[in-house]
């Protein structure tokens, strides 16, 4: 609901002119407007990829970005030739991203030391909060405090959230932070 509410104002932002609506638009002025609305959708979407306090600025800033983010998370070796700051920022998110998505592999005890009620009830409810699809939440660690009880860390991007949940999938608490 959110993207769509930040999509509607985008819209109504990129068509706004001073002059009555008109039935038809320029190939030119249409293009922009999907330009803009790909741009607004574009950051909306990739919002966990930065870290806090730090945003790039301008579609070249932001394609800089993007192409540090792709090459980290798809484990490329990084390109010093005419990097910028926001090619390095985006390496960063990008190589902390794939870190993120691969720790049952490298940790294979964190996501199945927690029963599957537990990781999946953890998933939901840190999607949830960070308005994006469970298939973006990674499972990082898990452990068991109690009987039938278990705290697990899931990250987002650069964002991470401990839940503390029962075997069932019951969510007792969460809160932001790592374990």
Same mark, same amino acid.
């Given at each position: 609901?959110?993207?769509h509410?930040?999509?509607?104002?985008?819209?109504?932002? *990129? !068509?706004?002119?001073?002059?009555?609506?008109?039935?038809? $638009?320029?190939? /030119?002025?249409?293009?922009?407007?999907?330009?803009?609305?790909l741009?607004?959708?574009?950051l909306?979407?990739?919002?966990?990829? *930065?870290?806090? #306090? %730090?945003?790039?600025?301008?579609?070249?800033? $932001?394609?800089? !970005?993007?192409?540090?983010?792709?090459? #980290?998370?798809?484990?490329?070796? %990084?390109?010093?030739h005419?990097?910028?700051?926001? %090619?390095?920022?985006? %390496?960063?998110?990008?190589?902390?991203?794939?870190?993120?998505?691969? &720790?049952?592999?490298?940790?294979?005890?964190?996501a199945s030391?927690?029963l599957?009620?537990?990781?999946?009830?953890?998933?939901?409810?840190?999607?949830?909060? !960070? &308005?994006?699809?469970?298939?973006?939440?990674?499972?990082i660690?898990?452990?068991?405090?109690? /009987?039938?009880?278990?705290?697990?860390?899931?990250?987002?991007?650069h964002?991470?959230?401990?839940?503390?949940?029962?075997?069932?999938g019951?969510?007792?608490?969460?809160? #932001? #932070?790592?374990?």
């Open positions: 609901m959110r993207r509410r930040l999509a509607v104002a985008a819209a109504a932002l *990129c !068509f706004q002119t001073g002059a009555p609506a008109q039935a038809e $638009m320029s190939d /030119k002025d249409a293009a922009v407007a999907a330009l803009a609305l741009g607004v959708a574009a909306a979407h990739n919002r966990h990829h *930065c870290r806090e #306090g %730090y945003a790039p600025q301008g579609g070249d800033r $932001m394609a800089e !970005f993007e192409r540090g983010y792709r090459d #980290g998370v798809h484990g490329h070796a %990084y390109t010093s005419g990097s910028t700051v926001d %090619y390095a920022e985006g %390496y960063r998110a990008g190589d902390r991203e794939r870190e993120n998505s691969m &720790a049952h592999r490298r940790n294979t005890t964190a030391k927690a599957p009620m537990a990781n999946q009830g953890c998933a939901r409810i840190v999607a949830q909060n !960070f &308005a994006v699809g469970t298939h973006q939440v990674h499972i660690r898990a452990r068991s405090p109690a /009987k039938h009880e278990w705290q697990i860390e899931a990250a987002v991007g964002s991470h959230m401990v839940c503390r949940m029962r075997d069932s019951e969510v007792i608490e969460v809160r #932001g #932070g790592r374990l």
